[in-house]
């Protein structure tokens, strides 16, 4: 494969430091932002697929991206909107948001936005020229291709007194949960603790709290203020970061190794339940199955097909692989002997959802916990 589209002189996105690391190579992927209609016959275009983290912030960053738009958002699972209540009584207990806040929303181009949460605590969005009283970043930050002004933009719309916030998935259940696959094309950087606190305070900022949440395996969101001290709960959160090696890139590089298992995992599952006489199905074309069945190599011979509860996708296919996007009224008609689970949040809903499934003797199986043998 070519290799002239391969960034040599990489940069931090961040601090512009050019010393650092690649922690992980996915490859040559196609963008999970588009996703073609199942007849289109054009060959998805690949791209290169790595991580870097820099040897100065410690911010673990993607490399190359092919910038195409972003397509229809998919299905956001409940566990996103249970967090997103508990997040924002947390705020409020904390005095951070209530009766007349003044306050600014960053959001996720994939949706999400608490917006009517906060409402209901008395947050308002800001009169035209007017400053908040909070900037709250709802996973949108990770978005952004240069951290350094991003960061500059949002901190700009606050008062003097004003307090910043950042919902994050974290490096550290990323590594720790080898979710290599949480890489994609146009998100930018994966922040540990440790690293975003540091970058804070390298703009000025100091960080005082943070709330741990199990979203996703572990997210974060952490509060700063121009002035403040930090509490125990943050110290404790980047004390245990830290230690888990969240600053140190041959830790972070054990995602290199669980990209080689489950991709293999995923395969040998597959055809040794195919083997058996067992169907298999897919359920959730989210951004990280592109990657992993690309590189499992795991195509519609395999994956008849993969069932998705947001409309926007159905009749459309996974890029790189070919596996067509459908129904899940068409699963549950296909009776299907195991459905592979590519975002595991969604559990608890797709079996309250779906129950057929388990009652015509079916089971979910959780793609990103399969191993190779």
């Known amino acids: 494969m070519p290799d002239d589209d391969l960034i040599t002189d990489i940069r931090c996105r961040f601090c512009g430091s050019g010393h650092g690391e690649i922690v992980l190579d996915a490859g040559r992927q196609p963008t999970a932002k588009v996703f073609p209609k199942a007849g289109d016959p ?7 697929l790595r991580m870097w983290m820099c040897g100065r912030c410690h911010l673990a960053q993607l490399v190359e991206d092919p910038d195409t738009t972003e397509e229809e958002p998919g ?10 209540e508990d997040a924002v009584a947390r705020m409020a207990a904390a005095g951070i948001v209530g009766e007349g806040t003044v306050l600014v929303e960053f959001g996720s181009p994939h949706g999400g ?14 009169e035209p020229g007017e400053l908040a009283d909070v900037v709250v970043d709802n996973l949108g930050y990770m978005h952004d291709a240069d951290q350094a002004a991003a960061l500059e933009r949002r901190t700009s719309l606050l008062k003097p007194d004003g307090v910043v916030l950042f919902q994050f998935h974290t490096l550290a259940s990323i590594v720790a949960g080898g979710q290599w696959n949480a890489l994609r094309h146009g998100h930018f950087a994966y922040y540990s603790t440790p690293a975003l606190a540091g970058m804070l305070e390298s703009a000025g900022w100091t960080p005082t709290t943070a709330w741990w949440f199990p979203l996703y395996g572990g997210s974060v969101l952490l509060a700063a203020r121009r002035e403040g001290v930090r509490d125990q709960a943050l110290s404790d959160l980047i004390a245990s970061e830290d230690a888990a090696g969240m600053l140190k890139a041959d830790i972070v590089r054990g995602l290199q190794r669980a990209a080689d298992d489950m991709s293999d995992g995923l395969r040998q599952f597959i055809e040794s339940e195919r083997a058996a006489g067992r169907t298999v199905w897919g359920y959730s074309a989210a951004s990280r199955a592109v990657a992993l069945l690309c590189r499992a190599g795991v195509g519609p011979e395999l994956l008849p097909s993969i069932a998705d509860g947001g409309g926007a996708k159905h009749g459309r296919r996974m890029p790189g692989s070919g596996v067509p996007i459908t129904a899940p009224d068409e699963m ?21 959802a779906l129950p057929e499934i388990e009652a015509d003797g079916g089971r979910w199986v959780i793609a990103d916990e399969l191993h190779a043998s």
Do not use: C, K, M
């Open 113 to 126: 936005s608490w917006w009517d949460i906060l409402a209901r605590y008395g947050a308002r969005a800001p």
């Open 42 to 48: 054009a060959e998805d275009p690949l791209h290169p």
């Open 332 to 352: 549950v008609a296909a009776r299907p002997d195991t459905v592979l689970l590519f975002v595991a949040d969604l559990l608890p809903e797709v079996r309250r």
């Open 75 to 84: 299905l956001e699972p409940d566990a996103l909107v249970q967090q997103a």
